[in-house]
C-alpha cells in the first residue's frame, strides 16, 4: 500500500510516499526556518501564505522521486490537528481535493500520533513483503512508553497496541519545546531553540574540555531549579524559564563558588547583544545554555524511567522535535540501561514535522478499515485519543 501524506501543520510543508506504513518512497520538506528567524517565532499568517505557495511544487516533487503514478497510490492522508489553523486548512484542503480527484480514500491525521509513528519509519531499508500488518520485525514492541515532546506537548503516553492511548503525564505549563525556545531568545541565541541551545552547550562542554576539566562542570556551572511534581508523571519548566530569565539579567541567588566570575552588566549584555553573542561563542552564554539543557533531560529522563518502571513496558520511544536533541538521549539511555529496555527514536530528519509520519500513521488506520468523509474540518486544539486507564 502507497500512501501520499501530506504535512502542513505549522511552518514546514511536507509531501511524503510511504509503503506499507513503513519504507520511504520519498520524503519532501520545505522549511520556512529562515523566514521565521527575523521575527524569533513562527508568524501564523506568514506561515499558511508560505504553505500556500510550496504545497503544490512539494506534492509534485515527492511523486517524481517515488517514481510513482496516481495508478498506484493506495490513499492521501493530511494533518488536521493540532497546529496552526491557516496552516492546517491548506494541506487538509489539498489532500481531501486531490483524493476526491483521483477517487481515492482520504484520511485526516493527528499530529500528535503522527509523531509516534515515525518510530515504524526505516531509513535506507528496501521494502519487505508484510504478512501482517500490525507486527513487522524491527517494528516498536507493545506494551511501550512513549515521551513526545513536539511544540506545545510534552506528554507521557503508554501504547498498548496500534490506536490505544493511555495518558500518564502531561506539561502543566510551558512544554520543553516551548520552553527550548522561550530561553534561547532570552538568551539571543535564535530560533528554533532547540538546536541552537543544543549548540551552545556543546560550545561550552568543548570548552571544558580543551581545559581538562570534566563535562560535568559546563553542565553545573548554573544550576537550574528542576519542577519534580511528586507523585505524578506531570512535567513544569515555566518556573525554570523564569529562573533563566533572572539569571540571564543577573538577578540570581546561586553562591557565587557554584557559577563563572561574570558580572550582572556582563550578563545583561549577553541577553542584549543575541545572535552574534552565540556566534562568538561567548562562555556565560554557552554555560547558561548547559545547564537550562540539563535540568530539562533531566526530568523527562528520570520521569520516563519512573513510568517504565511501574508499568512493566518492553520498550520506550521517543518522538517529536525535542527527541532529536542528543544530549537527551543519552541521558535516557543512561536511565533506561540499568532496567535493560530498548530505547528507540527516529532519524533526526523523521523528529521533525514531516509528512512521512503522517503516511505511517495513515498506513494503521486504513488497515483498520477506518476513512474520513470529505466534510472532516481542522481541529487546532487536537489531542491524542486517549482510552481511560
Known amino acids: 500500500m502507497l500512501v501520499l501524506g501530506i504535512e502542513s501543520s505549522c511552518d514546514e510543508t511536507g509531501a511524503a510516499i510511504i509503503q506499507d506504513g513503513r519504507y520511504l518512497r520519498s520524503n519532501v520538506v520545505a522549511s520556512q526556518i529562515e523566514i521565521h528567524n527575523r521575527y524569533g517565532g513562527v508568524v501564523p499568517e506568514v506561515a499558511s501564505r508560505q504553505q500556500l505557495a510550496s504545497i503544490i511544487p512539494v506534492i509534485e516533487t515527492a511523486m517524481e522521486q517515488a517514481g510513482c503514478d496516481w495508478k498506484d497510490i493506495s490513499a492521501v492522508a493530511a494533518t488536521y490537528g493540532p497546529g496552526l489553523a491557516g496552516s492546517l486548512l491548506v494541506g487538509l484542503t489539498v489532500g481531501k481535493t486531490l483524493a476526491l480527484a483521483q477517487d481515492l480514500p482520504f484520511l485526516g491525521v493527528n499530529h500528535l500520533e503522527a509523531h509516534i509513528y515515525a518510530n515504524w519509519l526505516r531509513k535506507g531499508e528496501e521494502p519487505q513483503p508484510v504478512a501482517d500488518w500490525r507486527y513487522q520485525p524491527g517494528d516498536p514492541v507493545f506494551p511501550l512508553l512513549c515521551l513526545i515532546i513536539s511544540g506545545a506537548h510534552s506528554e507521557l503516553v503508554l ?43 556543546e560550545q561550552a562542554e568543548e570548552e571544558m574540555r580543551r581545559q581538562n576539566r570534566p563535562i560535568r562542570d559546563a553542565r553545573k556551572a548554573y544550576r537550574m531549579p528542576r519542577a519534580w511534581l511528586r507523585g505524578t508523571y506531570d512535567f513544569s519548566f515555566s518556573g525554570l524559564k523564569t529562573a533563566m530569565l533572572h539569571l540571564a539579567e543577573g538577578v540570581t541567588n546561586t553562591p557565587p563558588e557554584t557559577r563563572p566570575s561574570v558580572t550582572t552588566k556582563q550578563i545583561s549584555r549577553y541577553a542584549r547583544m543575541g545572535a552574534h553573542a552565540a556566534q562568538q561563542g561567548a562562555p556565560d552564554v554557552g554555560l547558561l545554555a548547559a545547564g537550562f539543557q540539563e535540568a530539562v533531560v533531566d526530568v523527562l529522563a528520570v520521569k520516563t524511567r519512573w513510568a517504565a518502571e511501574e508499568y512493566q513496558v518492553k520498550q520506550v520511544v521517543l518522538a517529536g522535535g525535542v527527541a532529536a536533541n542528543t544530549r537527551l538521549r543519552e541521558r535516557l539511555s543512561e536511565e533506561l540501561t540499568p532496567l535493560q529496555l530498548p530505547l528507540s527514536y527516529p532519524p533526526i530528519e523523521f523528529c521533525t514535522d514531516n509528512a512521512a509520519m503522517i503516511a505511517s500513521a495513515a498506513y494503521f488506520h486504513l488497515c483498520r478499515g477506518e476513512r474520513h468523509q470529505l466534510d472532516i474540518d481542522v481541529v487546532p486544539g487536537l489531542s491524542l485519543p486517549f482510552v481511560e486507564k
Open 159 to 201: 501504547v498498548r497496541e496500534h490506536g490505544h492511548y493511555e495518558l500518564l503525564g502531561q506539561t502543566r505549563d510551558d512544554a520543553a519545546g516551548e520552553a527550548f525556545d522561550k530561553v534561547a531568545r532570552i538568551l539571543g541565541l535564535g530560533y528554533p531553540g532547540g538546536p541552537a541551545i543544543q549548540k551552545a552547550a
